[in-house]
């Protein structure tokens, strides 16, 4: 199984509505190629693209309240998601990871972003 830490985030466009992103951090490298195992596999009747990203890239889209510069991290990037996919389906999707903690940020008008 893949541990997934910290946060997994579904990406919204300017208007707030799901963009089809998500990233994701995970424990190590080891678990990196597990979750790449399910690339272009079908979520909602959708194939989604996983691929490896770097820590700059992953923060960019998280809240400023990790740390994940002195730790050993693998993050994901989940592409062509349906606009109504959950947490609860990416955790699903990842099924053989073990995720900690789900959390999709909102932008001010308390919209998911």
Same mark, same amino acid.
């Given at each position: 199984?893949?541990?997934?830490?910290?946060?997994? $985030?579904?990406?919204?466009?300017?208007? /707030?509505?799901? @963009? /089809?992103?998500? %990233? %994701?951090?995970?424990?190590?490298?080891?678990?990196?190629?597990?979750?790449?195992? @399910?690339?272009?596999?079908?979520?909602? *009747?959708? #194939? %989604?693209?996983?691929?490896?990203?770097?820590?700059?890239?992953?923060?960019?889209?998280?809240?400023? $309240?990790?740390?994940?510069?002195?730790?050993?991290?693998? #993050?994901?990037?989940?592409? /062509?998601? *349906?606009? @109504?996919?959950?947490?609860?389906?990416?955790?699903? #999707?990842?099924? *053989?990871? =073990? %995720?900690? =903690? $789900?959390?999709?940020?909102?932008?001010?008008? /308390?919209?998911? @972003?």
């Amino acid at each position: 199984d893949c541990e997934i830490v910290g946060n997994v $985030v579904i990406i919204n466009n300017e208007t /707030g509505r799901p @963009s /089809g992103d998500a %990233v %994701v951090r995970l424990l190590n490298k080891v678990d990196l190629e597990r979750a790449l195992k @399910s690339n272009k596999k079908h979520l909602h *009747d959708r #194939f %989604v693209v996983i691929e490896e990203i770097d820590c700059e890239t992953y923060n960019k889209q998280i809240p400023k $309240v990790e740390n994940t510069e002195t730790e050993e991290n693998a #993050f994901i990037c989940l592409k /062509g998601l *349906d606009w @109504s996919t959950t947490e609860e389906d990416i955790k699903k #999707f990842l099924h *053989d990871c =073990k %995720v900690k =903690k $789900v959390v999709i940020t909102t932008n001010e008008r /308390g919209k998911p @972003s």
